[in-house]
């Protein structure tokens, strides 16, 4: 089935630091690609997105580009905040009707 | 933007006794809803999946008399968590989708049974 494999965290930080969360996926046909973000507490919003390969999803500051040939979607950030502490998600759907499926999420700290 | 309200964001209750949690699709009619339930620091693990007027779909392992969905209107699941016993502590987040709605989530329930 599909599946979704993200880097073990925690992963700290200083503020203005660049960040990557590598996310790897297996899955029959072209899914979309999901990066979701979890503040402590609350639930999960969706950070940015990519429908096909080439694709680069951004929102906030933060990228990732499907990458069809090596099956990823690595999350990148040029310089975090402290504000960016959160657990981020990496998910997969293979069509427009099933369930999300996550990777086990990485936690981010940023210190100042 | 796609709204979902869920309610409780927190219960306790006792051992035994059952929890009724409610996702409300705000602006947007939600055909499907997906109720997942994450333990601490933890991902997100599909229990059920459920769509209007139709009975849920519940992944394997998942006791469908225990945890009871009910997605009777377009607006409105409810997942019901029957004789609860403190294994069932957890926070459940529930997602809904609509015709021209992507995948959105609820705030999250945390469950504690004392």
């Known amino acids: 089935g599909d599946s979704v494999t993200q880097m073990e965290g925690p992963v700290t930080l200083s503020e203005e630091a660049f960040l990557t969360i590598n996310c790897t996926y297996t899955?029959?046909?072209?899914?979309?690609l999901f990066w979701y973000v979890q503040y402590p507490g609350e639930g999960l919003q969706l950070l940015l997105k990519?429908?096909?390969?080439?694709d680069k999803g951004s929102n906030k500051g933060f990228e990732a580009t499907y990458r069809k040939e090596t099956t990823s979607f690595h999350l990148e950030k040029g310089s975090v905040q402290v504000s960016d502490s959160a657990v981020y998600f990496c998910?997969?759907?293979?069509?427009?009707?099933?369930?999300?499926?996550f990777g086990k999420g990485t936690r981010l700290s940023v210190i100042a | 933007g796609a709204v979902v309200s869920q309610h409780p964001s927190r219960v306790i209750c006792k051992s035994g006794t059952s929890v009724k949690i409610e996702c409300r699709s705000l602006?947007?009619?939600?055909?499907?809803m997906f109720w997942y339930r994450q333990f601490p620091k933890q991902s997100l693990m599909l229990m059920a999946t459920?769509?209007?007027?139709?009975?849920?779909?519940?992944e394997q392992g998942v006791e469908k008399d225990k945890f009871l969905i009910n997605h009777a209107s377009l607006t409105l699941s409810t997942l019901t968590v029957t004789s609860a016993h403190p294994e069932d502590s957890s926070f459940y987040i529930c997602?809904?989708?609509?015709?021209?709605?992507?995948?959105?989530f609820g705030s999250g329930t945390r469950l504690t049974v004392v």
């Open positions: 997602s809904a989708q609509g015709d021209r709605s992507g995948y959105t």
């Open positions: 899955a029959t046909g072209y899914p979309s």
């Open positions: 990519a429908t096909k390969a080439d």
């Open positions: 998910a997969l759907t293979s069509s427009g009707n099933t369930p999300l499926v």
């Open positions: 602006d947007f009619q939600a055909t499907t």
């Open positions: 459920s769509n209007e007027g139709s009975k849920a779909t519940y």
